[in-house]
């Protein structure tokens, strides 16, 4: 199948500072991409979606000016995390496609953010 | 995701037995996947079902999409330890706009 590269894999940051997560499609031009936070022992709650070169859609209660994405080209999207606070400490995992929809998405290996 | 309702919650079955997830929305599905994940790290991709009615099948895994669209199950045959990990159901509920999953089955294989 496809690769979908994430990076870093793991992160710590102090508290107040941003931190900014990158999502490769390696092999494919990835017209969408969605960012999702899973909590220990839970689901993937979805975050966003983003089309490239457009804004992306945020779900309801994601602060859009706190948690930044860009998609500015076919094979990068990012995830920037502004102010961080230790409740936003957990796993964030990107997915992409090469369509618009309706065919398998591919994921990320996940980071794990700890705000200290 | 509550669009997406998966069951069960766990489940614990012995080596070599069969068993089987489901998972159920309201709405029309205009795509339904299944993945797996170990916790802590991204998501394989299993499969992929379209159309009402549609089943596919890999090694001892099968996935099967209702006429209705609305309903999906997976079904491992002769479970083996490797079957080990948490499966999810994503689908799509809206034609490419958003990708949401199912609240995800644990499961555990005792040999």
């Known amino acids: 199948g496809a690769v979908v590269s994430q990076h870093p894999s793991w992160v710590i940051c102090k508290s107040g500072t941003s931190v900014k997560i990158e999502c490769r499609s390696l092999?494919?031009?990835?017209?969408?991409m969605f960012w999702y936070r899973q909590f220990p022992k839970q689901s993937l709650m979805l975050m966003a979606t983003?089309?490239?070169?457009?804004?992306?859609?945020?779900e309801q209660g994601v602060e859009k000016d706190k948690f930044l994405i860009n998609h500015a080209s076919l094979t990068l999207s990012t995830l920037t995390v502004t102010s961080a606070h230790p409740e936003d400490s957990s796993f964030y995992i990107c997915?992409?496609?090469?369509?618009?929809?309706?065919?398998?998405?591919?994921f990320g290996q996940g980071t794990r953010l700890t705000v200290v | 995701s509550q669009e997406l309702e998966q069951s069960p919650q766990s489940l614990i079955v012995q080596e070599g037995k069969n068993l089987t997830i489901n998972c159920t929305s309201s709405?029309?599905?205009?795509?339904l996947y299944w993945y797996k994940q170990k916790y802590g790290e991204g998501l394989i991709f299993l499969m992929m079902?379209?159309?009402?009615?549609e089943e596919k099948s890999h090694e001892k895994i099968t996935a099967k999409l209702d006429e209705k669209k609305q309903q999906s199950s997976l079904h491992i045959t002769a479970s083996q330890p490797s079957h080990a990990g948490i499966y999810l159901c994503?689908?799509?509920?809206?034609?490419?706009?958003?990708?949401?999953f199912g609240a995800g089955t644990i499961l555990r294989v005792k040999s």
């Open positions: 709405k029309t599905l205009y795509g």
């Open positions: 997915s992409a496609r090469w369509t618009g929809g309706n065919t398998e998405a591919f």
């Open positions: 079902l379209q159309k009402g009615g």
């Open positions: 994503g689908a799509d509920l809206e034609y490419g706009n958003k990708l949401v």
């Open positions: 983003s089309n490239e070169g457009s804004k992306a859609t945020y």
């Open positions: 092999d494919f031009q990835a017209t969408t």
